[in-house]
């Protein structure tokens, strides 16, 4: 649920939810070691149920990366809660050896889930990830692989993403663990990598299937989401060891069988104990020694722990044979298939994440409209950005973009290109830094669409559109995320808020366009830059004071050339064609979101999994899968 939503108020009922899920667990399992007594005897039958409620869901065992890391912490509370529940039971008289069995038998199951649960915590975390994808590039390295020409691998590559899109079906063995990494290509693979761009542009031009690459991509980003934050591994543990163990090639078969039993038997036992477990307590001695009520309960403790345990195993088998290639030996693939496409529909009808985009607008953040409650909550706890549904156009400009330039290191160049491209000036973006640059493009991108006029065509309209959308992402992931963000670029911000503010004369409620131009007609009229000769004591006409000399670097401090530059590079903008300019606009815009793109970092990636997913992570997937478009390992 939660990869699907943006919302903040699910979120935080989930974060409730699963820190409250253990204290309360813990407290109960406390309180029956001294309560339970007399008539309430029963309720120590209840203490391996809370066990097994420890273990957690299937579906969540962290709620962001940061429990991965304190897998620790969860240890500790295996063998403390563990060493209580033995207390528990142990210091019970039982009335019966079949209550004593089945509590036995509870107690063993809720102990492999919470083991497993541990487990999936500590393979999780970002140092077990990087370990094992190390180990894996060494083993690439020193020829266990080299029998598979890098080529054929990238080829492969693409056509498991143009046949995702025809039969919405993953490999089983595809590789998704780099998005939760930050590991730069390597040289061999980007000079290799090249030979594939022809092949797949021909691919791509000739078949209908230019948006399965983000359908694709969803996938994977599912399959890291399910990693980090399920029980998926465990899952996929078996489900990798079957295949291999069912197709005639496999080596090393017999400690697979081995390995394949022993996790056959953690993945099972819940499921075996606690139907075993109801038969036990069914013929168990307990109508008259027990309250009535205590025995319903327990019947519903039981029937639960059955049926989660179902939906479990049964989740998992149908989300396998649903969005992965079976192995065809696999007796039971025709019929497990026709019930997960029944269920589950094909990967590529599914909706794998929030598909919406986040806006930030630096005008439009200080002229609310709005005066609601819910908007004055928004402002109060800094939330200034919107967020829309991402559109098919920017989807489409942004693949068409990377198959058009078709180059190596396209996420080196922060506009750059673009600019060489439509012979434009290029000193603004070279001579500050990236956020910087980000701001003043965004500001020289809203005076531009300030002067467009209404009748424009169709394809002007929808790059202005595009255009707009893509430079308040970038806007978003720069300045409201934190990406590449620096102390003085942070201030650069804040001054700039601050004289938009002084241009707005108070006026808060305005619209957008309104608001623009009453700052850019501020700027051109009464706003001058500082004499950046009599900052520091540049000017020695006059003696000047320690006093002075630090008002004077205050001043310099506050002062910031953002809306001049924009207003300097919205005017070279407006000098060319209505079509010509939007264009480069968006270009500029596009290599700004490849650049970002490997900089946000694989933290930055594997949180916003949890929280319905950034369009940022889809483009740098694309990125990867395609091979030859990242950044040499130097970048």
Not at 6 to 17: C, D, G, T
Not at 302 to 323: K, R
Not at 423 to 436: A, C, K
Request: with cysteine.
């Amino acid at each position: 649920m939660r990869r699907h939503s943006v919302s903040s108020i699910l979120n935080s009922l989930i974060w409730l939810a699963y820190l409250s899920a253990d204290v309360v667990a813990i407290f109960v399992l406390g309180h029956l070691a001294v309560h339970a007594s007399g008539s309430h005897h029963l309720l120590i039958f209840w203490a391996p149920f809370l066990l097994l409620h420890l273990g957690g869901q299937d579906t969540i065992t962290a709620f962001s990366m940061q429990d991965n890391e304190l897998w620790q912490r969860h240890l500790l509370g295996l063998v403390t809660q563990v060493s209580v529940a033995i207390y528990v039971i142990s210091i019970s008289s039982w009335q019966g050896s079949r209550l004593l069995a089945a509590t036995v038998l509870m107690f063993l199951s809720g102990f492999f889930k919470y083991i497993g649960r541990t487990f999936c915590l500590y393979t999780s975390r970002p140092q077990f990830l990087r370990d094992t994808t190390v180990l894996s590039l060494d083993r690439y390295v020193h020829g266990v692989y080299q029998e598979v020409p890098l080529e054929d691998i990238l080829r492969q590559r693409v056509q498991d993403m143009v046949a995702y899109a025809d039969d919405g079906k993953l490999p089983s063995n595809v590789s998704f663990s780099h998005i939760l990494l930050d590991i730069p290509l390597n040289d061999r693979a980007t000079i290799e990598g090249a030979t594939i761009i022809p092949y797949f542009l021909n691919v791509q031009n000739h078949l209908a299937y230019r948006n399965g690459a983000y359908i694709y991509v969803s996938a994977l980003l599912v399959r890291c989401y399910e990693r980090i934050y399920t029980k998926a591994m465990l899952h996929f543990a078996w489900l990798y060891n079957f295949k291999a163990i069912m197709s005639e090639d496999s080596e090393d078969k017999t400690i697979r069988i081995v390995f394949l039993h022993i996790l056959s038997f953690l993945l099972l036992f819940p499921l075996i104990s606690a139907l075993i477990t109801l038969e036990l307590f069914l013929v168990a001695e307990k109508d008259q020694l027990y309250n009535r009520t205590d025995i319903t309960i327990s019947y519903i403790l039981l029937i639960g722990a059955i049926i989660l345990e179902v939906a479990s195993l049964f989740m998992a088998i149908l989300s396998y044979f649903a969005s992965s290639k079976a192995p065809p030996s696999c007796p039971l693939a025709p019929v497990a298939l026709h019930v997960a496409n029944y269920i589950h529909p094909a990967g590529r009808h599914r909706k794998h994440w929030s598909k919406m985009l986040a806006q930030y607008n630096i005008f439009e953040c200080n002229t609310r409209e709005d005066s609601t409650v819910s908007m004055a909550v928004a402002q109060w706890i800094g939330r200034t950005f919107s967020r829309i549904a991402i559109s098919p156009d920017v989807e489409e400009f942004v693949l068409d973009k990377i198959l058009d330039m078709g180059t190596w290191e396209l996420d080196s160049f922060r506009g750059q290109q673009a600019l060489e491209r439509w012979t434009v000036m290029r000193t603004i973006i070279d001579s500050v830094d990236l956020p910087t640059s980000v701001l003043i493009w965004h500001i020289a991108t809203e005076i531009c669409d300030l002067g467009e006029e209404s009748n424009t065509n169709s394809y002007q309209t929808k790059m202005i559109r595009v255009s707009r959308e893509l430079s308040n992402y970038n806007m978003y992931l720069v300045f409201r995320c934190g990406v590449m963000l620096t102390c003085s670029s942070k201030l650069v911000h804040i001054n700039t808020h601050r004289e938009i503010k002084k241009s707005l004369g108070g006026n808060v409620n305005l619209a957008r366009r309104e608001a623009i131009r009453m700052v850019l007609q501020a700027n051109r009229e009464g706003q001058q830059p500082y004499d950046t000769d009599n900052i520091g004591g540049g000017n020695r006409s006059k003696p000047i004071t320690p006093v002075q000399l630090l008002k004077n670097n205050i001043d310099a401090l506050d002062y910031s050339p953002v809306l001049p530059r924009a207003r300097t590079v919205a005017d070279e903008l407006n000098a060319m064609p209505g079509d010509d300019r939007w264009d480069l606009i968006a270009e500029v815009w596009l290599e700004m979101l490849f650049y970002i793109a490997p900089r946000c970092g694989s933290a930055f990636h594997a949180e916003h999994l949890s929280t319905g997913g950034e369009f940022v992570s889809h483009v740098l997937m694309i990125m990867r899968s395609l091979g030859p478009f990242l950044p040499p390992p130097d970048y």
